[in-house]
């Protein structure tokens, strides 16, 4: 197969579309923000907390709906030992949202924080929140990697583009737009991303429901044709694990900084709760064309096509199965209207992804902890650093795997498993203090090291019940994931209120109450708190001023 060169040109014309409303959108924010004397610190993070509702709904839909999403949909329909049951990600993600705009934007707005750490640096201090910040940090380097590969493997297939060439090639466009402008230029050409995606997926559905080596996907729905049906099934043996994964998809997105990024830069907590029930409503809308191409290759035969026998998923390519049904069942242009869909995709996760990523180290890890008295313009090129150093690692973690999911359900687990417990706690629970969270932290990720993970070839050291060898390979059956979900809450709990009652009643000398558990406010969300809060970011702004 030779280049793709009529797709090679539409992929660039896009990317220089993206381009160059970065580039506007980073020339809007300088106005803007010398209109309204806002400091460039927050314009660069949270778009001064002035992005409109309209585009605020458009870029908080299109950093979940990623090329993980459209790609990791499409799989898990096609794959015969899942289906459709199993593509729970639309679905997850409308729950996620509902509970972030029900119980944590309020909150995280009103105290005007900067990224989700800075309520653990308030009630927890500098060093165990430069710590914590290690996890959400990870998962959002994790996450560029996982949108990379996405794109990587479907320009690979289509257009014949080498996969290392494409990769770099989307990471440093990305990488570009995000420097210049940071959170208006992600918002902005977010919304042309998400419009692509959109007309695009959609445009390429009749070309796939029509083809000829396909049946109608009615028929394979629950009949054994081509391979199992495409709907999938549960049994008493996998609905425990089917929650797990539903419970990692979404709750777990609570963990992520992108995630409470796009409440924190809303005007208000009302707009923050509007944008989350927004796209609670629209995400799902977005995850019905991947459904489409999967149930579709899942009742394809695939030795009348030009792909040949044996299937994909007899090959192990099910990881691929977007790209080859656009390459093998439709016309060669309607192919590259697809890509545009991916292109668009990724794009709107990776921009988000890296300016979280930076936020959290330029805020919580160096300013807090590596350079307490690091200077403005330091942390402005600090912030710039990030930006392109958390790209070229993420894209550099692509060529470890190509599996798609398996970065996916990587950074998930971080957020989920280390992060998520730790949130709710230092939020909502009053007795939560650093022993706790400290103590959570390593029990969590030494919990979930010894339960294996199949995808990482990671064996288990403990084994559940259900725990059983497949090809080899044990997989647990067990909610592993939510256990240590549970395992972490009981530990903050559990060490938090021992620490305390052991200080306070002087059963510990004060002098090695590094974490002042005596000082630690009774009553957690009180005007004492929100007050320090408050002074807390006033004090900290100044000094990330004019960092982009």
Known sequence: ???????????????????????????????????????????ALLGDRNISLVVGIFTTTATWVGGTFIIGTAETVYDPGQG?????????????????????????????????????????GDVLCGLLSVGPLLSEIIWVTSTLISLGVTMSVILDLSYTVSIWISAAVAITYTLLGGLYSVAYTDIIQLVLIFITSWLCVPFLLMSPSSVDISTTSFNHTFQA?????????????????????????????????????ASSSSTAKLRCYAAAFLIPTFGIPPVLIGAVAASTDWNQTSYGSPP??????????LPLALHHLTPPYIS??????????????????????????????????????????????????????????????????????????????????LMFPQLVCVLFVSISNG???????????????????????????????????EDGVYVQYSPIRSICVLVVFGTILLVSYVSTVLFNKDLLPERWDVFHVKDTPKKSGSSRELSETVQENRATQPMLESTC
């Open 229 to 265: 049906p495409w709907v999938g099934s549960l049994s008493a043996g996998t609905v425990w694990r089917w929650l797990d994964i539903f419970l990692l998809l979404s709750v777990g997105d609570l963990g992520f900084q992108s995630f409470h990024q796009r409440t924190l830069s």
């Open 1 to 43: 197969m030779a280049l793709n060169i009529p797709g090679l040109i539409a992929t660039l014309v896009f990317y220089a579309l993206v381009l160059a409303i970065g580039i506007w959108a980073s020339v809007k924010s300088r106005r803007d923000q010398s209109r309204t004397q806002a400091q460039h610190s927050d314009m």
């Open 84 to 124: 459709l049951l199993w593509a729970v990600m639309p679905l997850a993600a409308t729950v996620a949202f509902i509970l972030g705009g029900v119980f944590f934007a309020e909150p995280m707005r009103d105290r005007k924080y900067v990224t989700m750490m800075d309520p653990f640096h308030t009630k927890y």
């Open 336 to 417: 590259v209207v697809g890509i545009g869909a991916v292109a668009a995709a990724v794009m709107s996760s990776t921009d988000s992804a890296l300016l979280s990523s930076a936020s959290i180290f330029s805020s919580n890890i160096y300013k807090k902890i590596l350079r307490t008295k690091a200077s403005e313009q330091e942390l402005r090129w600090v912030i710039r650093g990030s930006v392109v150093m958390f790209g070229l690692v993420g894209a550099s973690l692509t060529f470890l795997h190509t599996g798609v999911m398996a970065f996916w359900v990587l950074g998930g687990e971080i957020a989920y498993i």
């Open 312 to 321: 994909p998923y007899e090959r192990g390519q099910t990881g691929l199965i």
């Open 435 to 469: 022993y706790g969270a400290a103590a959570g932290f390593f029990t969590g990720l030494l919990s979930r090291l010894l339960c294996g993970e199949p995808m990482l070839g990671l064996p288990p050291a403990i084994h559940f019940p259900g725990c059983v060898q």
